[in-house]
């Protein structure tokens, strides 16, 4: 029997919306000047719109610099076609050093061994290999202490095929406009950076998309955003409606299919554990969407989806596949119709803030869950160039 591929689909999908990723790009780019580059952060699959087709966009809008968590990340883009540089910012474990000749990319260097190794691979292949340090000026994650840095910048000045291209940092409050811990950092940063490069072309660079936002004299050579690409802001809903952030768009949205419908009456208990007990007569939308899917079951009697352009109620605890909405004050709800978790319907919007906020987290984690653990598809609405 030959199926047609849509009816082998998942009731349930992630849509993303490539010309929005290209229009935040290029906004960004505007506001934060075409002398700076723009690193375009595509890890954890591109805050989950999908690595490859992310990169894809923001090439399409002028991108030639992307950032990833992983060496096999660094190697997928390239085997996809992606031209420009890669940043490899997690690092590396012994052996896989081959691949930054083979593939071009470029590491982001913490500690001492992974100088080693890449010195010897340099000679190995008889190319020379450009190298970017990382400082930790007061992120307290990865990165090298600046007290250590006259011991690190020594060790790459005596590593034969090595050069120093750059020095980076990453700034742990440039979310909150408010506060001074960013413009105090950039000051021990722009230190380091006096007393380690002495030699121009080397890149400075620090911002994310808080920083890019919020603090533009901390932009440097080269920005590094990832939540803003993706049309959200870092602070939340607040950011939001900060016209710094002005006209970027969300670009994911995950929808769903009604299943079932039906009426039940006062006192029935809903789902596991009777969480919910109507109150009077109830109709119900049953979806085949649950804490499989990413709707987290923290998301139980808090959520909200839209169907028929209006807010319902997720009533009852969330199943692993299965959830229910109140839709006692919508009309004509029918199997099929589509619901949205996730993005407009009619006029109405659910954000990925929102949905953070039920969940007590931040618009990132709704973005990668949703958007990793589901079927992705891809789209281009025609959005008015102003
Ligand atoms: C993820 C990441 C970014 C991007 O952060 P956003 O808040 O998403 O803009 C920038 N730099 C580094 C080192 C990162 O790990």
């Avoid at 307290?140 to 840095?149: A, H, N, Q, V």
């Avoid at 939308?285 to 499989?292: C, E, H, I, R, S």
């Amino acid at each position: 029997m030959i199926l047609p591929p849509s009816s082998l689909r998942s009731l349930n999908q992630v849509s993303i919306d490539s010309s929005a990723l290209q229009v935040n790009f290029s906004i960004l780019q505007q506001r934060i000047g075409r002398e700076t580059r723009i690193m375009a952060m595509v890890k954890a699959d591109g805050y989950g719109h999908g690595m490859i087709q992310s990169a894809v966009s923001f090439a399409r809008a002028g991108c030639d610099c992307f950032g990833v968590a992983e060496i096999g990340e660094g190697v997928a883009l390239r085997r996809a076609g992606i031209q420009g540089q890669i940043f490899v910012l997690l690092g590396f474990v012994p052996s896989q050093e081959q691949l930054f000749f083979d593939y071009d990319l470029t590491p982001v260097i913490v500690d001492h061994q992974a100088l080693e190794l890449l010195s010897l691979a340099a000679v190995r292949n008889g190319k020379e290999l450009a190298v970017h340090l990382k400082v930790d000026c007061g992120m307290g994650r990865l990165g090298i202490m600046p007290s250590e840095m006259q011991d690190f910048l020594a060790h790459v000045e005596g590593c034969t095929g090595l050069s120093l291209a750059g020095l980076m940092s990453h700034f742990p409050m440039a979310d909150n406009p408010a506060s001074k811990h960013t413009l105090e950092m950039y000051q021990r940063y722009k230190k380091v950076c006096a007393q380690s490069l002495k030699q121009p072309p080397a890149l400075c660079h620090i911002a994310n998309s808080g920083a890019a936002l919020y603090f533009p004299e901390t932009c440097g050579d080269m920005v590094r955003p990832g939540i803003a690409l993706y049309g959200y802001c870092p602070d939340g809903a607040k950011g939001r409606h900060d016209a710094r952030a002005e006209g970027l768009i969300p670009a994911m949205s995950f929808t769903t299919q009604v299943v079932q419908v039906k009426s039940v009456p006062p006192g029935t208990g809903i789902s596991y554990g009777h969480s919910f007990i109507t109150s009077q007569e109830t109709k119900i939308a049953v979806l085949p969407v649950g804490y499989a899917d990413g709707f987290l079951r923290t998301l139980s009697n808090k959520a909200q989806v839209l169907i028929k352009g209006q807010r319902a109620r997720i009533i009852g605890r969330i199943c692993m596949n299965l959830c229910m909405a109140d839709i006692s004050g919508i009309q004509g709800v029918e199997t099929g119709d589509q619901v949205v978790i996730l993005g407009s319907q009619g006029t109405e919007t659910i954000t990925a803030d929102e949905i953070a906020e039920w969940m007590g987290t931040i618009s990132y984690e709704v973005l990668c869950l949703f958007g990793n653990t589901n079927e992705r598809n891809y789209n281009q609405t025609k959005i008015e160039k102003k």
